[in-house]
Structures are given as C-alpha cells and as structure tokens.
C-alpha cells in the first residue's frame, strides 16, 4: 500500500500533487561568477513568471564558494555541447573557475530579494547552508553526488527549510537512508527529484517511472531534474504526477561548458512554461463529471436520435426496416433503442424526420 503524498509550501508557493507544478528555473553556476549575467538571466526568468502568473517558478541557483571542496589531482569533468564536441577538463580546475566569494553571492541574493523571486539553492557544505538560510532561501537542495553524505543532510535538516533531495545515480537504498537520515534530524517537507542517467540523458536512460515509485515508497512529492536535450520529459513527468520540473537556462545552450548541453535556451522559457502549465491541467480529475463539462467553441459533440427511414404509419412496430439513426439527436436519443424497439407507431411521421417520445407506445 502506498502513502498519501505529503505537501506543503516551499515559500509561498504549495507543493503537490493538487497544485500547479513548480518550475524550477536553473542557472547553477552558468554564469561563471559573472553577476551582471547572472542579474541578467535572473531578470530573463522573472519576465517569464510574470508573462505566465499562473505557473508558480522558483529561481534554482547553486552556492560554490570553496575550491577546497574539491581535492587538487588529475581527476577529470567530461562534457560535451549540444553538436556532440567532448570536453575534458580538470575537475578541480572547473571548480576554480565557478566559485565565487559570499560576499558576491550576497550581490546574487540582493538580487533576487529585489525582484521577489523564490530560490532554492545546492549547496555543498554547512558553511553555503547556513549562508544560503540566512539570505532568504526557501529551499535547500542536496545534490545527487551529496546523496550519501549524510552529514550534510543532517546539517540541512536541521535548518527547517523544505528539502530538494536529488537521488541521482542511486540506489533505492540509498535514497530511504538519505530520506530516514533527513527525517530523523527533523526534516518533513522533502521533496525527491530524480534525475536520469547521462549528462545528457538518452531516453532510455530516464526511468520515469521511478518518479512514482518514490512516491509509492516515501509518500513525498517527486520532481524531475531534467537532463534531456529537449524539453519532452519535463512534459512526461508532469503526466507520471511530478510535483516540480527543473531545467537549465542559458542565453547560448550551445556552448561548451558543464551541462548546458541540456540546459535549453532562456528566451524558449515563457512558452515551455506555459506548456508545462497546460499538461498538468489536461490531467484533469479521474472521472468526468459531465455536469462540469467544458463546451468548445468549435466543431460538434451532438449524438445521433431515431429517424423514420420511411414514412410510418399508426400500429407499425419500430425496427431496423424502418428506423434508421442519424445526427444531431432531435428525436429520441439513440441509447434509448433497446427500450423502444418493437414499439408501436401511435402517430404518423415522414420519412426523414426525427422520432419524438410522443410518437411512439409500447403498446397502442
């Protein structure tokens, strides 16, 4: 038996399976410590929350600010551009070239208190936590690779701020111990974001279905953190009951630099988030309701009624020799046939016109 999935509000906005889901608009660290073009995408994604006020958005950012997070060697980052061209970079040197000082972060955060804009941030050590909760975050994430430090998560746990757990490249074991982890040291508002194999990911590498299962197990609300190229699974996530999509955004997707290879362009943000808007509508209730049942402005939904395929006479009896079945229903509708067949004609009726109720007895 499965759980009854948990919500609640990441800032203001309510997370669940009841509620619009959340967009979460990436732009890590594409920047590469440039504030000014981070300001710049920051403004890019609130024109397109305000474009589409229906959709709730959440600015997703991430705080590198210690290159001594990661240790000096020869290991190295591969990655590749949307055409195909690899890169291998010193994953070390990469660090280097992405972190930033607090102080500049604190520009980053005066930014988006300024444009009123929610953020959750990744963060990758208690000193980023503490800095990220005491600038206004309403979310912290633990990335995928941080899924198994468990100190961590306890130190982010203990925050009280709603928790993004990335459960990349895990497995299922690895994520109940991250989510008993988090829980015992006081977290309740989890949010679990899967993320596929592959940066970027095939599609036989995204396992969608998994986001159900999460559910099923944990009773938390699921997000996809979207590695595709395109911006398809984002929409299939929302169909398997995904809470939250998260993609990339850069104003060039197809430069050559950590995964933007499956990030996609900023200026494609306000239709994709209309999309994803629409697609949880379709969704729907389980059941139609016919009684709420939303008229179109075009075409036709009429059904068919009985017809006098040739003029009847008083006493004749209702068959297919003398009945036929057309649109729209101006007689008696057609689901009524089992009833009235064989039927008496108690009043004449040309042929071509719609049988009424009052044409017609059982019994004449």
């Known amino acids: ?3 009854e999935v948990r919500e609640f509000e990441l800032g ?7 509620y619009p889901p959340i967009f979460f608009a990436e732009v890590g660290s594409f920047f590469n410590g440039d504030v000014d073009q981070a300001r710049s995408l920051f403004s ?3 024109a397109a929350r305000d474009a589409n006020p229906r959709v709730p958005v959440v600015l997703k950012t991430e705080i590198l600010n210690d ?3 990661c240790l000096k060697g020869d290991t190295a980052e591969v990655y590749q551009n949307k055409q195909g061209t690899i890169k291998r970079e010193s994953y070390r040197e990469l660090i280097e070239r992405k972190v930033m000082p607090l102080e500049r ?3 980053l955060f005066s930014y988006t208190r300024e444009m009123r804009i929610p953020t959750v941030v990744s963060v990758y050590d208690f000193d980023a936590a503490d800095f990220a909760a005491a600038q206004g975050a309403v979310g912290l994430k633990i990335a995928s690779a941080n899924l198994v430090h468990i100190p961590l998560i306890e130190h982010v746990a203990k925050i009280g701020l709603p928790m993004v757990i990335d459960t990349g490249r895990s497995s299922l074991h690895e994520v109940a111990r991250a989510v008993e982890s988090a829980r015992l040291a006081g977290a309740d508002d989890i949010l679990l974001q899967h993320s596929p194999d592959g940066h970027p990911a095939l599609p036989e590498a995204h396992n969608l279905r998994i986001l159900q299962t999460y559910q099923e197990c944990f009773g938390l609300p699921t997000a996809l953190s979207d590695h595709y190229m395109g911006v398809e699974m984002l929409y299939v996530a929302i169909a398997l009951g995904a809470c939250g999509v998260e ?12 995964d933007i290879s ?19 509508q379709a969704l729907g209730s389980s059941w139609r309701d016919k009684r709420k049942s939303i008229k179109s402005t075009v075409g036709t939904s009429q059904r068919q009624c009985l017809v006098a395929k040739k003029s009847l006479l008083p006493g004749e009896e209702l068959n297919f020799d003398n009945v036929r079945f057309a649109f729209p229903c101006k007689g008696i509708p057609v689901e009524n046939w089992p009833v009235v067949k064989n039927w008496k004609v108690r009043s004449a009726v040309a042929i071509d016109k719609p049988i009424q109720w009052q044409d017609v007895a059982a019994d004449v």
């Open 247 to 258: 993609k990339g955004l850069y104003f060039d997707s197809t430069v050559l630099d950590q």
């Open 44 to 46: 890019k994604i609130v």
């Open 12 to 18: 203001s906005l309510p997370v669940g399976l009841n």
């Open 105 to 107: 972060y604190e520009q």
């Open 1 to 3: 038996m499965g759980h």
């Open 262 to 280: 499956f990030a996609m362009d900023i200026g494609d943000l306000p239709n994709v988030m209309q999309k994803t808007f629409e697609c949880w």
């Open 67 to 69: 290159a001594e997070i």
